[in-house]
């Protein structure tokens, strides 16, 4: 097991988010009001902020943030950055977010199925369905079949008059 932290900047992506991550299977979370030391500094009016940052952070009107925090299994990770990428985007962008996690040693407490509405297992499974018949589709739409059962000769006339 790991604990997921998001520090969450993009507020704008919280719902969906958090609707994205129950619908991967990761259904219980605690979600924190929190603020990065810059801007608390900032509206400390602090002297180790000089005017320059300070005024960075107090024009764009984003004050805050949410620390998310979950406790996910191990086979959960890939899932859920993949459903962060998708609401948040590029992590590495910045004003986005934080992600990483820490290995849990002991957990008690926590039930199997949090509220969660479909398991991992099952979303994977329904990716690879559609991904599946996606592929099938594309492949049928390549495909022209030749008409069967048509006389050599009928064959023949209807290349002469295709030319």
Do not use: W
Not at 138 to 159: F, G, W
């Amino acid at each position: 097991m790991k604990l997921m932290v998001i520090i969450l900047n993009k507020l704008d992506s919280l719902e969906y988010l958090l609707e994205g991550l129950s619908a991967a299977g990761i259904g219980g979370a605690t979600i924190i009001e929190s603020s990065g030391m810059a801007m608390t500094l900032s509206k400390l009016d602090s002297t180790f902020v000089s005017a320059s940052i300070r005024s960075l952070f107090s024009s764009d009107g984003n004050e805050d943030n949410r620390t998310i925090i979950s406790v996910i299994r191990n086979d959960q990770l890939e899932i859920a950055r993949k459903v962060i990428y998708s609401t948040v985007g590029d992590l590495s962008m910045p004003n986005t977010g934080i992600l990483f996690t820490l290995p849990i040693d002991f957990a008690e407490g926590i039930r199997k199925n949090r509220g969660t509405m479909r398991k991992t297992s099952q979303i994977k499974k329904e990716n690879i369905k559609h991904e599946k018949s996606e592929s099938d589709a594309s492949a049928a739409a390549e495909k022209k079949p030749e008409p069967t059962n048509v006389p050599a000769q009928d064959k023949q006339e209807k290349a002469d008059t295709d030319q």
